[in-house]
């Protein structure tokens, strides 16, 4: 019984990396129809497509005078989160180079997970650019980290929680269950293994 919930869960992370495929192809598409193109991590757009984005583009006075007294308020608090993002990017970069290496997981590339691409829509002023660009890092940083933490996770703890927890990492479908004391035994090192291939399965 155990096994054959284990399969259905394994084809359930199956079907889902086939819609991520297939959500990349509509993606895909959709960047046709807005006329740019990514090479080598740099967006080109078509000229005619630029000179309708700078049309549209805020100016940056009347952006900030234009945002209430609220917004400017909490703009310390927002940006004040900078300092703890680097930390913990930093201290993840040492704990990777230090730890991943001794149990043969895989490093995590950073890059992979850091995108700063809205800073060459022409439609966005400085403030908005600096503002997407702030997101990217927060967001991708924090994607980063949880690649990190759940390649970890594999290795050490691949158990499942007795309850049901949001925004599960896709390695989270091949863990053992809660309570499942033989398969634990029996697959831990398979999903050590696993964690050492670097791929979720």
């Not at 703890?84 to 930093?90: A, G, Q």
């Not at 022409?122 to 933490?149: D, I, P, T």
């Amino acid at each position: 019984m155990a096994e054959t919930s284990r399969d259905e869960i394994t084809q359930l992370a199956g079907s889902i990396r086939a819609l991520e495929r297939q959500l990349e192809v509509a993606l895909a598409k959709r960047r046709i129809e807005l006329n740019y193109a990514v090479h080598d991590g740099v967006v080109h757009f078509e000229q005619v497509v630029i000179a309708r984005h700078r049309l549209l583009k805020a100016q940056l006075l009347r952006y900030i005078l234009g945002a209430r007294p609220a917004m400017i308020l909490t703009a310390p608090a927002i940006y004040g989160l900078i300092i703890p993002l680097v930390l913990l990017d930093l201290f993840v970069a040492v704990y990777q180079a230090a730890c991943f290496p001794v149990y043969g997981i895989p490093r995590v590339r950073r890059r992979d997970y850091l995108a700063f691409d809205r800073g060459q829509l022409a439609y966005l002023n400085g403030l908005e650019k600096l503002n997407c660009e702030y997101c990217a890092y927060a967001n991708g940083l924090l994607a980063y980290v949880r690649e990190v933490a759940s390649r970890t996770e594999e290795y050490w703890c691949p158990i499942k929680h007795a309850r049901r927890v949001l925004g599960v990492h896709p390695r989270y479908g091949s863990f053992v269950d809660y309570g499942d004391a033989e398969a634990y035994r029996h697959d831990l090192e398979r999903l050590r293994a696993e964690a050492r291939s670097g791929e979720p399965t």
